[in-house]
């Protein structure tokens, strides 16, 4: 199966919404950085989509990161930017990310303007020109469910 299409039946095991926000944040991504390499990672607790400047993660700028309930873009450089509006999430050393709560939000100029500022510091920067590369870096045998789970009717 092609790399588009092996993406395509891993985000169809998520929620529609959450499916749909995170397909609208890597096209976003897409329109903004055409020259990335796409890392996809089917990792146990979630799905990975990686941008950066090559097939190294190490070197990725970018994530989109989904899970049952919600996605998160993730600025993997990120806990050095500035956030005036406080818009980034996390306390770690080296990433921040925003809570993608619906498909807009990947479109407000705030967020933009973070993509921007991250993309401009990033420590291995895009290549002008080059042409982008979606590759299946692992898929991990055992998962997490990918859709929210129904709570259990209590008995009274």
Not at 60 to 67: D, E, G, R, T
Not at 70 to 85: E, I, K, T, V
Not at 133 to 144: D, G, N, P, Y
């Amino acid at each position: 199966m092609n790399p588009h299409r092996q993406l395509k039946v891993f985000l169809s095991k998520y929620d529609k919404n959450v499916a749909a926000t995170a397909k609208h944040a890597a096209a976003k991504l897409r329109k903004l950085i055409p020259p990335a390499t796409e890392l996809i990672y089917d990792n146990y607790n979630a799905l990975v989509i990686g941008f950066g400047p090559s097939e190294k993660a190490s070197e990725a700028i970018f994530s989109i990161v989904l899970y049952p309930k919600y996605a998160s873009l993730f600025l993997l450089q990120g806990a050095s930017l500035p956030d005036p509006n406080k818009r980034l999430e996390g306390s770690g050393n080296v990433a921040r990310h925003i809570k993608l709560r619906s498909k807009a939000t990947i479109d407000d100029p705030q967020i933009i303007e973070l993509v921007n500022l991250a993309l401009y510091r990033a420590k291995v920067p895009l290549k002008p020109g080059g042409r982008r590369k979606l590759i299946i870096k692992s898929v991990s045998k055992k998962k997490r469910p990918r859709k929210p789970s129904i709570p259990k009717k209590s008995k009274k």
